[in-house]
């Protein structure tokens, strides 16, 4: 199967699950959720089946160009996802197997429209263009709990086993087709990559069942719901689509097209906000705060952004903002315009930004510390002869503070930081990345990061190691393999052989040569 046409853009569609590779499904069937209608039994797929197809998928999206780990936004969703996540298993909707062995991940997508996907094995996608889009929390976790449900149902381990007669390699051809069509907008790409008259059969799988879409609104209310945010948020996402939908969709809006709305389905959602008593789930705080999200819109706004001339309008508007900030929406400007600004290397413009947003700075914790992380990152952006002595020493105190601060993003932009500091505070660096990843081994960006402090320490095979390890976190075993080699010759190459780091890197190369294996056996 070439993969090759699938790297050129993000699947568009939910349609992924059909993404099927010669595998064995197992027999056994999984308990389903307690206390819910059955549409349908999940088929022959297991899910160590699902969540290994979904470990097949994910390895393409990683290598791809809009794929983004920004710790500061993965903080965001993860402020969102975890209590909808909880919400589902304290309700029943998941089980607690389900819950131990999908990976449960979100990958970001740079690309800027309205979309997000769910993939086999708890792997959700998200668009930038969404987070900016949405107008509060609630509406971005409506549609979070959404694919959650989707997820949870078992809705994609049923499509599979619909399809499972046919044989994976031509559905697997037509999939990509369809994908590579959406991707550019061209019917003429997937008439010459699905061959024959089942091009519109496999069409109109791409799509969830309306049975499906339904289950999963209705379940997804009732998560998020439980899990703090106000139902309205899913209306007021419906609205928007609908409002998309009525102006003909130019294809900002590819959420449209793998959930299509229909009248019944928002009728039934209005028909459940009156049952929760509106002015009492408005009155209460929910978990993610007007003031953080406004933030964080902001900055998927700019990261979408790849023209100077649109940072330079962002730039610009920030100096029209002359008056104290007054609402969560002009906080959010003014941290736009402070990102824009330190992408264009225009110090003046962030420092004007800072004292802004600093002079506002909201009540919850939460955005403070998006601000306090702002600040440091801005500044590592800019050239370090524009930077004053202050500012040089206000960046080693936020370096110590992320790096202490216990959260994925402090942490990562303190190691950063710490590349353009003395060798003892790399020193921390080190043991806080590694403390870190020994509890979260699939943390990719933090392996990374790790290997190039290790670098800057000159510590050249711990810096290989954890390349290394950096690949496997991502499924990259062929990749892994060859950091792994040249750690193992540096090592033995080394005055001093260090035995214990060459048993631990012999080990490694025998779980990648095992991966590699099994890969290449997938790819049959």
């Known amino acids: 199967m070439d993969w090759n046409v699938l790297r050129r853009g993000w699947p568009l569609l939910v349609a992924a699950p059909l993404w099927l590779a010669p595998m064995a499904w197992s027999q056994t069937e999984p308990p389903a959720p307690r206390g819910l209608p059955a549409l349908g ?13 979904g470990n097949q998928i994910v390895r393409t999206l990683y290598r791809h160009p809009d794929y983004l780990d920004d710790p500061v936004l993965q903080g965001y969703l993860q402020a969102i996802w975890q209590p909808l996540v909880q919400s589902a298993l304290q309700r029943g909707d998941m089980t607690v197997d389900l819950a131990e062995r999908f990976a449960w991940e979100i990958l970001i997508s740079r690309d800027r429209s309205v979309n997000a ?48 007669q046919q044989a994976p390699w031509v559905i697997g051809a037509m999939i990509l087709g369809a994908l590579a069509a959406n991707a550019a907008r061209n019917v003429d790409i997937a008439s010459a990559a699905i061959a024959g008259g089942q091009a519109m059969a496999i069409q109109s799988q791409l799509n969830f069942s309306r049975d499906m ?4 609104d209705r379940i997804g209310f009732g998560i998020m719901t439980d899990a703090g945010f106000d139902g309205m948020g899913f209306v007021t996402m419906f609205e928007k689509l609908q409002a998309a939908s009525r102006l003909n969709d130019d294809g900002a809006f590819p ?17 459940r906000v009156p049952e929760l008593g509106t002015t009492a789930s408005n009155a209460r705080p929910g978990p993610v705060s007007p003031a953080y999200h406004a933030l964080m819109a902001a900055r998927a706004r700019v990261l979408s952004e790849t023209a100077n001339e649109r940072l330079l309008s962002l730039v610009a508007s920030q100096r029209q ?49 998006a601000i306090r992380w702002l600040a440091l990152e801005t500044r590592l952006m800019l050239p370090r002869d524009a930077l004053t002595a202050d500012e040089l020493d206000e960046i080693r105190i936020l370096v110590q503070q992320g790096l202490l601060s216990g959260t994925r993003a402090g942490m990562l932009l303190g190691a950063q930081g710490s590349l353009h500091l003395d060798t003892d505070t790399r020193a921390i660096a080190i043991q806080r ?13 933090a392996w990374q990061t790790l290997s190039g402090v290790h670098a800057a320490q000159q510590q050249p095979v711990p810096a290989a ?60």
């Open 117 to 164: 996907f769910a993939l086999p094995g708890g792997y959700l996608g998200v668009h930038l263009g969404l987070i900016a889009t949405v107008t509060n929390p609630d509406e971005l976790a409506s549609v979070l709990a959404h694919e959650l449900s989707h997820v949870s149902q078992r809705h994609i381990a049923r499509l599979i086993a619909r399809n499972n």
């Open 213 to 216: 879409e339904r289950e999963a």
């Open 465 to 524: 190691r954890a390349e290394a390890e950096a690949r496997l976190a991502h499924f990259d075993a062929d990749g892994a393999l060859d950091r792994l080699r040249a750690a193992q010759n540096m090592a033995r190459q080394a005055r001093q052989v260090d035995h214990i780091e060459l048993s631990i890197l012999d080990s490694r190369v025998r779980y990648a040569e095992a991966l590699l294996r099994e890969q290449h056996r997938e790819a049959r």
């Open 255 to 271: 959420y449209l097209r793998s959930h299509p709305l229909t009248t019944e389905r928002m009728a039934d959602m209005l028909a």
């Open 41 to 53: 039994d999940s088929g022959e797929i297991s899910l160590s089946d699902e969540r290994r197809l």
């Open 321 to 369: 903002l002359n008056g104290p900030v007054q609402d969560a929406q002009t906080l959010g400007q003014r941290y736009a315009a402070t990102l824009a600004a330190a992408r264009l290397r225009d110090p003046q413009g962030v420092r004007d930004g800072l004292r802004q947003l600093q002079a506002a700075m909201p009540d919850d914790p939460a955005a403070q510390r």
């Open 433 to 445: 990345l590694q403390a870190w990843t020994a509890l979260n081994p699939r943390d990719a960006l």
